[in-house]
């Protein structure tokens, strides 16, 4: 029993100084291997400093004189001094205690000369927390203590006498240096836990290597011991062959070694079926021929290949891009005694030829007589698909998050200007002294602000249905040259206004007619003249117009070309996202919400075509180009127009007659249903101005039973305006109620959506007739009118106010 205890003793004392032993050794690996890492680290920090002063400020200039800057200078000189004897300590002396502290103190001094160099930006400090986390990697606390310590005195010296080279501002508190120095010491305490648990873990390991092989020199003694018993007993044996006691206790001893193999084949078995069952590949590679000697179930389900046809491959086979000669050098770390196990990544090639990543642990074992290399593969694609899957959802969260952010400032800067300018001029109008030339103004001033608040909505609108998937588009036969001098018509009095000239060159014959949506290539032109408009101050606008045949279909191309500012190259790329511009002073100086070309080139795709920047200087102006299928023109005409630049000369826009002289109303009856008090008033002041008798319903439910209500009294109303989105019943369902009731006078619904599916939407629901908020006067009049004359006639009429 006491010899048992002892050599438990015993074995547990070797099992502790091996794995010191063993402890030390992989520590100082970790040591040399992070030195070399730092000596390439600082020398490409020491060439990133470089650059950056180049970058920053290369040279300081007095009059025409020029010399290189300070900063220059500091990370050349400074830089290579800093770095000298560091990157000497880790070539010549890795691993030693002296090396990793002048490192951390290099390393250290490097961060403040890249801060010192980058003017103090606090992005650059990050450059010290980087570096604390690398020293982590020699898992020695102290190290982490001695640059910790050179950081505080930087930043704590360089605080007090040159606080703009380290905080970027000329005077600074010196608790900043103390708050700095906290925060690295926060991170220290991370990194000394995490180190702490890194070397209980790299103990752990050694000394269950140390055990692993205390075991392994136990199971040679007990071997050893074992075999010399069996020669004695031969012996014995031997001279006691006519004892029949003797012959029985040797039959016994060879019937438990018997056993004692049976079992080792069972464990063999099992442990064979354990690495059959495993999801991981499996292999064994012969040292000398490198083809593979064993391959679990799992190994030649991936792959493809029967046992007999791999077992007479090598890896080469499976990784068509190493040979035999790579495979060595893979190993030569293992056959060194270097390392004890060796992790890749690689591709496998199965038999059908498809490919699949996979990351290899390689190890050294013996199979019988012979060394073997244990080659455990993990197929890594689904990590990888996972991985990928990850980092786009990140990014594409990111920018959902940045579009959310652009989209809210942008909205909140341009609805808020012309809600001031309207809440404001609305204000003055209060004032019982202000003269009516002033009132006059500030009413003018208020519609122009409301007409461009509503034009920043109906940009939102569309882009919604754009993107939504939503909007249709018509295709209408149309003259070409029309929609252009249409387009000019409308831009005509900004151009005067600020005193610009436009013209426009017809290049070779024009097509009479083509196939495309009219309004949506006329709203394209409208945002790129009006684009021209607002970013030239001076010169002029050229409108060129051409047929291109180069491609079938043909195309109908329009540049227009400006005088303007133009714009640096930097920032085309992101000219046709949403909400951008060519700048911020640029948004400051000219305003607009970024959406004109962005629903610009979207209309231009859905008609088949593209709209894109054809060039653009920076104080010479822009040149942009829509490009649109014109359709089939074999039936079309061809007009052969001037090729000189010529003034446009659009046809006149005719408008209609307002019958200002006339009351429409008189002696017609009209049930206003509206939830909204300021609607109710508006729309009631404008139809009592016209002559109308107005009744008031404030929700659906009331204006169908107010409108039945007149019917069986006799007293019926001519017309009902509809407010589509109210409470208690909408204008839907009233609508439907009503038709149900077989109530077949005019029905016209007042809708603030403008899109085409909600205009359908109110004449499925039963009314004659839609007009969109907000409510333009004359519009809805001239709708009022077409209904009057004949009560009983259902019109599909709709305006856009």
Known sequence: MSHTIAAKMKYNQHALVDADALFEQDLNKQHACVDRFFAVLMVLQWVGGIIAAFVLSPFTWNGNQSTPHLHLQAAIIAGGIIIALPIYLALKRPGA???????????????????HISGGRIETHFHIFGSLAFLACYRDWRVLITATVVTAADHFLRGIFYP????GVLQASQWRAAEHAAWVVFEDIFLIVTIRLSLSEMREMASQRARLEQTNVLVEEKVIQRTAELRAANAEITKMNEELQVTTLAVQKQAEALMLARRKADELRTLGRILDQSLNEIFLIDLETFKFTYANHGALQNSGYAPEELYEMTPADLNREITIDKIRRLLSPLLCGKTDSVEKQSVFTRKNGTTYPVQLHLELAKQGSRKVVIAI?????ERIKIQKELHDSHERALAADRSKSEFLA?????????MTAILGFAETLLDPDLEP?????????????????LHIINDILDLSK??????????????PTLIIADAVELMKVRLDAKGLSIHCNFEGPIPSRIVTDPTRLRQVLINLIGNSVKFTEEGGITIHARLSREAQPAFFEIDVEDTGCGMESDIVQSLFQPFQQADNSVTRKFG??????????????????????????????????????????????????????????????????RHDDELLGVGRRILLVEDGPDNQRLISYLLKKQGFEVSIASNGQEGYETALAAEDADNPFDIILMDMQMPVMDGYAATTALRDASYDRPIIALTAHAMKGDADHCLNAGCDAYATKPINRDSLFELLRTFLPQSNQVAEASIDG
Not at 410 to 418: A, C, D, K, L
């Open 592 to 657: 607009g919400s970024g959406l004109g070309l962005t629903i610009s080139r979207k209309f231009a795709e859905l008609m088949g075509g593209e709209l894109r920047l054809v060039s653009s200087e920076k104080g010479k102006g822009s040149r942009f180009q829509i490009r649109i299928p014109t359709g089939d023109l074999s039936q079309t005409e061809f007009n052969e127009l001037p090729e000189h630049q010529l003034p446009i000369s659009p046809r006149p826009v005719v408008l209609p007659h």
């Open 466 to 479: 754009i993107e939504a998937g939503k909007m249709q588009l018509e295709e209408l036969s149309t003259d």
């Open 377 to 381: 593969a993990l197929d890594v694609t």
């Open 97 to 115: 205690t002296v090396t990793r502290h002048v490192i951390a103190v290099g390393q250290m001094l490097t961060s403040a000369l890249l801060i």
């Open 410 to 418: 942008n909205m909140s800067h341009e609805i808020r200007t012309p």
């Open 437 to 453: 030339r002033d009132h006059v103004k500030s009413v003018q001033t208020i519609i122009r602000n409301g007409q461009h608040l």
């Open 164 to 167: 703009e080279s380290v905080f």
